[in-house]
């Protein structure tokens, strides 16, 4: 079955790279536009800690608010000025490092352009590798949204957003069964940013070396394959997804970017492609802390359709 579907859509073009140039395609700060890679990632972390910190000074706030058991769940909550927050949309964030690296305390780009349009937001943490596996992060996830679908139970539409690995993890959200948990979650939409969808080729990276992700791992925890499998019982949420990408990521996230959308089509998700101008990999998301930031108009016009 697997064989099949993968001659049905092609040799991946991962597959005919070489190990150097496999290994360049994801690894995003080699494709920075503006800096040089460590520079990029050096700006990349001072500015999510400057906007997390700007974010807890101006903003009503609820810090590491324990969703479950383990140190690492725990999530932040930034509310807007005015009262009934539960009332709200709500905003849930989930941050990039390749499952291995960042934190909620350097991941509140958002918070300000978007509590001062009265949306509240969860920054959401979660353990890392190697001393987590994938599958405990998902579970992780899916347990910090419905944790917040209780804490928030009159929210006016949840929507997910997530960067680079936080992508996948919301991406590995689209065909979980709510039913099978306590409450099932007001999810209107997803923003699922500059991701990767198709585990396998990292299985051939250095970024692999804390994940040990097997071939098997890859491909259970791939929102591409799962999603590929079910592709013919459409389905999905009456929300869109947006999968978007940005202008300069790597030929191969762009790739992926693409044919994840093509996927969720198929599957009778009301999907689109968003291709952010002139951005890098980080430079999408920091960028999020502006008022007028393109993908900052973008989830504002899709939380409030006559904003």
């Not at 964030?93 to 918070?111: I, N, R, T």
């Not at 804390?210 to 019982?233: F, H, I």
């Not at 202008?247 to 044919?259: C, I, K, L, M, V």
Request: aromatic share 8%.
């Amino acid at each position: 079955m697997e064989a099949a579907r993968e001659a049905g859509r092609g040799a991946a073009p991962w597959r005919a790279m070489s190990a150097e140039e496999l290994e360049k395609q994801y690894s995003p700060s080699r494709w920075a536009v503006r800096r040089g890679p460590e520079e990029t990632l050096k700006t990349y972390s001072e500015i999510g800690i400057a906007a997390t910190a700007r974010a807890r000074a101006a903003r009503r706030s609820l810090l590491g608010v324990p969703y479950g058991a383990a140190a690492a769940e725990a999530l932040d909550v930034y509310l807007p000025e005015a009262a009934a927050e539960d009332a709200r949309p709500l905003l849930v964030f989930l941050h990039g490092g390749y499952w291995q690296a960042g934190s909620k305390d350097e991941s509140a780009y958002m918070v300000g352009p978007l509590t001062a349009r009265g949306v509240v937001v969860a920054v959401v943490g979660y353990a890392l590798a190697p001393g987590a596996t994938l599958d405990q992060m998902v579970d992780q996830v899916a347990r910090s949204i419905v944790f917040l679908q209780e804490r928030f139970p009159s929210n006016q539409g949840m929507y997910l957003c997530g960067h680079s690995a936080g992508a996948h993890l919301a991406a590995m959200m689209l065909p979980v069964d709510w039913t099978e948990w306590p409450v099932t979650p007001n999810l209107k939409a997803f923003f699922l940013v500059s991701g990767v969808y198709d585990l396998e080729p990292l299985v051939h990276t250095s970024v692999n070396a804390p994940l040990r992700l097997t071939p098997e791992d890859a491909r259970r925890n791939s929102p591409q394959r799962l999603l590929e499998a079910a592709a013919a019982q459409p389905g999905g949420p009456a929300g869109p997804v947006l999968v978007i990408v940005g202008q300069h990521d790597s030929p191969e996230f762009r790739r992926q970017a693409r044919e994840f959308c093509q996927t969720l089509c198929r599957g009778g998700w009301r999907a689109s492609l968003e291709e952010v101008p002139d951005v890098d990999h980080f430079e999408i998301l920091w960028k999020l802390a502006e008022q007028d930031d393109v993908l900052t108009q973008i989830i504002l016009k899709t939380i409030f359709p006559e904003f």
